[in-house]
């Protein structure tokens, strides 16, 4: 099984701030790596496809990125609807989330 | 437009089974496979599995193998999971959702195990 670890596990931020969220995958899984964002009660809201590739609709501070087995989320300028749980998910081998990352405010 | 409607709350006993549905429409439904998502009570996201809704084939996680099948109905659109001998732990929501990573997903439904 690929495990991908999510880092941090919660973070504190304020409207305005650059946020940065980590996900390491255990192997190589190309670039098949998606983020969510999830709200209480909701189902996942897609983000972010194939590591860099901005779902449509979604605002543009939100960006990915890869280096290697490390991929990024980072949001740009943190607005107040960004305040919820993260996840990334590997879909190149049957597919794997990462833990979650609880943004909040600070 | 493009819709993912999932059947009701239930609750079941231990040592039972369930089967949650996963009607689609606004798009032709061999076209993307169906991921299946369960969350458990204040915890993460774990993935299923996912059915082939153009031939059938499934891919299962290791954790429910064995105790869970995955199907599609292409007459009806709707994409089926039932998980057998239920246990406690199997308490969550469950979620469909179009494709591997996916843009469109269910209301989710929740599934009680409890004596």
């Known amino acids: 099984d690929i495990q991908m670890t999510q880092s941090p596990s919660t973070l504190s931020a304020s409207v305005g701030d650059r946020v940065t969220i980590t996900c390491r995958a255990s192997q190589s899984i190309s670039s098949w790596l998606a983020w969510y964002q999830q709200k209480p009660g909701k189902a996942p809201k897609l983000l972010i496809y194939k590591a860099s590739s901005l779902e449509s609709g979604v605002p543009s501070r939100f960006s990915g990125g890869v280096s290697g087995t490390e991929f990024t989320l980072t949001i740009s300028g943190l607005q107040p609807d960004d305040f919820a749980t993260y996840y990334c998910q590997q879909y190149n081998f049957y597919s794997t989330f990462g833990q979650g990352t609880k943004v909040e405010i600070k | 437009q493009v819709q993912l409607v999932q059947s009701g709350a239930e609750v079941k006993k231990p040592g039972a089974s369930v089967k949650v549905s996963c009607k689609t429409s606004?798009?032709?439904?061999?076209?993307?496979?169906i991921t299946w998502v369960r969350q458990a009570p204040g915890q993460g996201l774990e993935w299923m599995g996912w059915v082939s809704t153009y031939n059938g084939d499934t891919k299962y996680a290791q954790k429910v193998q064995g105790r869970v099948t995955m199907t599609a109905d292409t007459s009806t659109s709707t994409a089926y999971m039932e998980l057998r001998s239920l246990r406690s732990d199997d308490t969550a929501v469950y979620f469909c959702?179009?494709?591997?990573?996916?843009?469109?997903w269910g209301q989710g439904t929740l599934v009680t195990v409890s004596s």
């Open positions: 606004g798009y032709t439904f061999t076209t993307y496979g």
């Open positions: 959702a179009r494709d591997w990573a996916g843009v469109y």
